[in-house]
């Protein structure tokens, strides 16, 4: 039985130790509560600004891209009617020498 009783012991003597370094802690805990609920306030008002700010940037750098992409739809119009163009003047190139050829091959 001795053994139990100073395993007892040494837990008694354990819980009553943690009591006291809680009462010790109870103070401080409140003055970091305090501090910390301070620091909270500070870093959301931050935290706000930087998400407005990364929104307006967001907001800009949208238009910046959607104006980008119109200005190459609308150079790819351009190239597409150039390039209509000049499929226009080879085929007409084309049919012109095939009708030259054929009337050199009907003249022989």
């Known amino acids: 039985m001795g053994f139990m009783d ?19 802690a109870a103070p401080m805990v409140d003055k970091a ?27 800009k750098a949208k238009d910046f891209v959607e104006d980008k992409i119109d200005d190459i739809k609308g150079e790819d119009d351009d190239v597409v009617a150039g390039a209509t163009e000049k499929v226009e003047e080879i085929k007409d190139s084309a049919e012109g020498a095939v009708d030259q050829a054929k009337d050199t091959i009907e003249g022989q």
């Open 33 to 59: 509560k305090e501090m910390g609920g301070g620091a909270f306030e500070k870093v959301k008002d931050v935290a706000e600004d930087i998400g407005d700010a990364a929104g307006d940037t967001f907001d």
């Open 6 to 24: 100073t395993l007892k012991g040494w837990f008694g003597k354990a819980k009553e130790e943690a009591a006291e370094l809680s009462e010790k």
